[in-house]
C-alpha cells in the first residue's frame, strides 16, 4: 500500500523538479501542439535551397550566430527600431549574415497552420538541420522548446563571436565560453566546407605570403581577390566541393589550403592538428562529431517554460 502510494508521489515530484529547475528540450515538443510543424519548415527550407544552394549555409552560420549570442533564442532575427538596437549591424552580421527572407517565410507557412506556437529560434534550429540534410551533411533530431527573445543583444554579439583574425587560443576560449569543447569546435568549423567568404575576410592571409599556406593556392585566390578594390567579392570557402558538406575542408587544412586564417590556425602545430588529420581521414567521424556538436550548440542557454515569448514575426518583437 505505502510503496504503491510512494512510487507515484516520487514520479510526480521527478516531473516537478525536471519542470522547474532545469526546463529542457524535447524533440517532441510540438507532438500534440503543432504535429506538422517540422514537415513545414523543412518544405520552405528545401525550396529555398533548391533555389540557392549557397541558403544551406546562410542558414547554418545564421543559427550559429543567433546561439553565440545570449543562446538560441531568434535574437539575431530583429530587425533594428528606434529602441531596438539590431545584432543585424554587428561586425560579424552586416552585409554578411543572411537568410532572415528564408526563416520569416517558413515561420510564416508554420503560423498559418498553428499560430502562436512555434518560436523563431525552433524554426531557426531545424531550418539549421534541413540545411545539412540538402547539401550532404548528417541528419540529427532537433531539441525543440526554445522560445523567442524580447531584446536583441549588439554588444554580446560584437564580443562573443568569432573573429576570422582570431589565434587558436582565442577560438578555444570563445568556445569554451560556450560549453563546447576543442573537438565540437573543429567538427563546427567544418561547416566552411560550403558557403562564401568575401575578400576582405581573406585578404590578409593570401597576399602576406606566410609559410602556413600553399603558394600555389595563394595565387590562385589572388585572382578571385585583388589586393585593393574586391572588399566584398565572394570566394568559396572550400574551393574543390563548395556545395557539399563534406570533409574536404580538413583535407585543404593538411595541405595549408585554409581560406581564413581561423580555418588554418586549426591545424597549424597546436592542440587540434589531430581532430583535423582524424577528420580528414574520417569522413564518417567528422559527420557523427559534426551532428552531435550541432545539437549542442542548439542547447545553449535556450529560453524555455514562460521565459521570453513566441514571436508572431521573426523580425520584431510581439
Ligand atoms: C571558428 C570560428 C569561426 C570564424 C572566425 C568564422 C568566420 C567566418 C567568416 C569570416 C565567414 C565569411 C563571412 C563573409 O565573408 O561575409 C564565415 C562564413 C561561414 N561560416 Fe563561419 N566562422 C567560424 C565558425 C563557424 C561555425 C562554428 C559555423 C557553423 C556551425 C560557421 C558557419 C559558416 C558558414 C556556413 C559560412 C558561409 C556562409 C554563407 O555562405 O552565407 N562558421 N565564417
Ligand atoms: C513525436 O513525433 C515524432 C514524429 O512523428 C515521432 O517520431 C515521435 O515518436 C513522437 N514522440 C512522442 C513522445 O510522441
Ligand atoms: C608578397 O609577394 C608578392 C609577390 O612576390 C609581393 O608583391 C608582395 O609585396 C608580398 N607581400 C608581402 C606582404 O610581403
Known amino acids: 500500500m505505502a510503496s504503491r502510494a510512494f512510487v507515484p508521489s516520487v514520479l510526480l515530484l521527478l516531473a516537478f523538479f525536471s519542470s522547474t529547475c532545469t526546463a529542457q528540450l524535447s524533440p517532441s515538443f510540438y507532438n500534440t501542439t503543432c504535429p ?11 525550396n529555398s535551397i533548391s533555389t540557392e544552394r549557397r541558403m544551406a549555409a546562410s542558414l547554418i552560420r545564421l543559427h550559429f550566430h543567433d546561439c553565440f549570442v545570449k543562446g538560441c533564442d531568434g535574437s539575431i532575427l530583429l530587425n533594428e527600431t528606434p529602441t531596438l538596437k539590431s545584432e543585424k549591424n554587428t561586425l560579424a552580421n552586416k552585409d554578411s549574415a543572411r537568410g532572415y527572407d528564408v526563416i520569416e517565410a517558413a515561420k510564416s507557412a508554420v503560423e498559418k497552420i498553428c499560430p502562436g506556437v512555434v518560436s523563431c529560434a525552433d524554426v531557426l534550429a531545424v531550418a539549421a538541420r ?15 522548446g526554445r522560445r523567442d527573445s524580447t531584446a536583441a543583444y ?31 569546435m573543429v567538427a ?40 585593393t578594390g574586391d572588399d566584398s567579392k565572394l570566394a568559396p570557402l572550400d574551393l574543390v566541393t563548395p556545395n557539399q558538406l563534406d570533409n574536404n575542408y580538413f583535407k585543404n587544412l593538411l595541405q ?3 581560406l581564413l586564417q581561423s580555418d588554418q590556425v586549426l591545424f ?51
Open 188 to 227: 563546427l568549423s567544418g561547416s566552411h566546407s560550403i558557403g562564401q567568404a568575401q575578400c576582405f575576410t581573406f585578404r590578409g592571409r593570401i597576399y602576406n605570403n606566410g609559410s602556413d599556406i600553399d603558394a600555389g593556392f595563394a595565387g590562385t585566390r589572388k585572382r578571385g581577390c585583388l589586393a
Open 130 to 144: 534541413d540545411a545539412s540534410v540538402a547539401v550532404g551533411g548528417p541528419t540529427w533530431t532537433v531539441k525543440l
Open 268 to 318: 597549424s602545430g597546436g592542440s587540434t592538428d589531430s581532430i583535423v588529420s582524424g577528420y580528414s581521414r574520417n569522413p564518417s567521424t567528422f559527420l557523427a562529431d559534426f551532428a552531435s556538436a550541432m545539437v549542442k550548440m542548439g542547447d545553449i542557454e535556450p529560453l524555455t517554460g514562460s521565459a521570453g515569448q513566441i514571436r508572431k514575426l521573426c523580425s520584431a518583437v510581439n
Open 154 to 184: 549588439p554588444d554580446i554579439a560584437n564580443s562573443d563571436l568569432p573573429r576570422f583574425t582570431d589565434s587558436l587560443n582565442t577560438l578555444v576560449s570563445r568556445f569554451g565560453g560556450k560549453g563546447l569543447s576543442e573537438r565540437d
Open 36 to 46: 506538422n510543424a517540422l514537415n513545414t519548415i523543412r518544405t520552405t527550407i528545401r
Open 256 to 258: 595549408k589550403k585554409g
